[in-house]
């Protein structure tokens, strides 16, 4: 302890004057921390996973294609995307009622690179104590060697930030190839520029104090927590009157509590607050201050908990309703599973090829010379395959019909809608209303041999019978 009193009188609370360098500790929540951050790993492999011999998910901006593994989801089912938006932003919703700021502490990019950032410098530069000295020292050959190393250590995670996230939408393989000798486009040389740069000053200059004053999140999730929201929490009554710990003296003659003052709880926090003076906007609800907390308990041989995952209700003595009796839980529930669903759906319905039918209004129908009703419609093809298809067209009805115009394939390109032009005609005496009901039907053959359909409904209009 007399070493953790001694380490302890550089820890403050961080007050945005000076930057913070946090102690690094094992622990139970560092080790889930770095498990949650590992799911990042998916935003720099991802690009390099094949489906079908093509990238599995690729975000083709310029050609309006978003592939998915075998789906190809075009600009027509944008609204798709919209429930994808809405999923996750309620299940932010639902992890801040239920957690408060978890998703920061464990899954932000600010967060997460600000941490793979820090580690790099304390492997370079040291202990929190040492980096501080280090910052304050006078210019030397060592200092220089050190912080060169560092900044470009950090310049080049931020290189291959930006080039993996161009890679969702430029193709992983393509970008290897046309990247490094001059034949990417401006807006791919550009994009990497930007996330370089806002990589390296974020996390590696801004660090906390983008949680503080840049991440609008920060700034809302105080009205999404409740009285029932698991928070790191200090127990005061446990751990009060707080007081140092003095040689040969017992805890019980000290009439203090089970906190020891060793602030390790501040030195171990990436925003530098102080736990023990209740939920602050900069708790980024990461845990690593229990684990501090608990490391010196282990030391004092004192049960651990006196910062714990816990509710308001819970620190009061109060009854923690389950989490079906939470109201919210419900109506975020309804909603992601709403969303959810839709997407789903959207994805299992998601066609090979649309047919889309317009009717030509001026006029709507004429009479030909032989007595006989034609009327006109547009048709436009929509080849949602990655591959060119040749689209037949016909048409059926309960009567008789001629039709011109469908009597060759539509070239479909992949991707694009192609139109049509197509003229149905019925006899007269056929027409037994002012409209009758038609079916086009669109039919091609993939390369793989299967058959697909699209059936579009429409009318054919004539003149009282």
Known sequence: M??????????????????????????????????????????????????????????????????????????????????????????????????GRVYCGYFCFQTVWTDIFTLIEEKLEGSPAQRRKLAESALSARKVRIKVV???????????????????????????????????NVAVYASVVLFTVGTYVLAGWLREQVCFWLCPYARIQGVMLDRTTVVPTYDEQRGEPRGRMRKGETQAAQSLGDCVDCNQCVAVCPTGVDIRNGQQEGCITCGLCIDACNAVMDKLGRPRGLIRYASLDEMEGQSVPALAARPRVWVYGTILVLALSG??????????????????????????????????????????SSEDLMVSVSVQSAVPVTVSGAEEPIAARHGEVSPGIVFVKIDRTNLEAENMPLTFVATTTLPDGTEVEAIRESAFFGPKP
Do not use: C
Request: net charge positive.
């Open 343 to 384: 997407i789903i759906y959207g994805l299992s319905s998601l066609a090979t090829i649309e047919l889309k039918v317009l009717h030509e209004r001026a006029p709507l129908f004429v009479q030909l010379s032989d007595g006989s009703i034609q009327n006109k419609y547009t048709l436009k093809v929509l080849n949602k």
């Open 150 to 184: 560092k900044h470009l250590a950090w310049v080049a995670i931020g290189f291959v930030t930006g080039f993996s996230f161009v890679a969702w939408f430029y193709g992983a393989d393509k970008l290897w190839q046309d990247f490094f000798v001059g034949g990417a």
């Open 2 to 99: 007399d070493e953790i009193y001694a380490e302890a009188e550089q820890w403050h609370v961080n007050t945005g004057n000076e930057t913070i360098h946090a102690k690094r500790i094992p622990g139970r929540w560092r080790t889930i921390k770095w498990l949650a951050a590992s799911v990042w790993l998916i935003f720099f492999l991802g690009p390099y996973l094949r489906w079908d011999g093509r990238q599995a998910v690729l975000f083709d901006i310029p050609n309006r294609q978003y592939h998915l593994f075998g789906v190809t989801v075009l600009p027509q089912d944008f609204w798709m995307l919209s429930l994808l938006l809405l999923f996750f932003a309620i299940l932010l919703a639902v992890a801040t009622a239920l957690a």
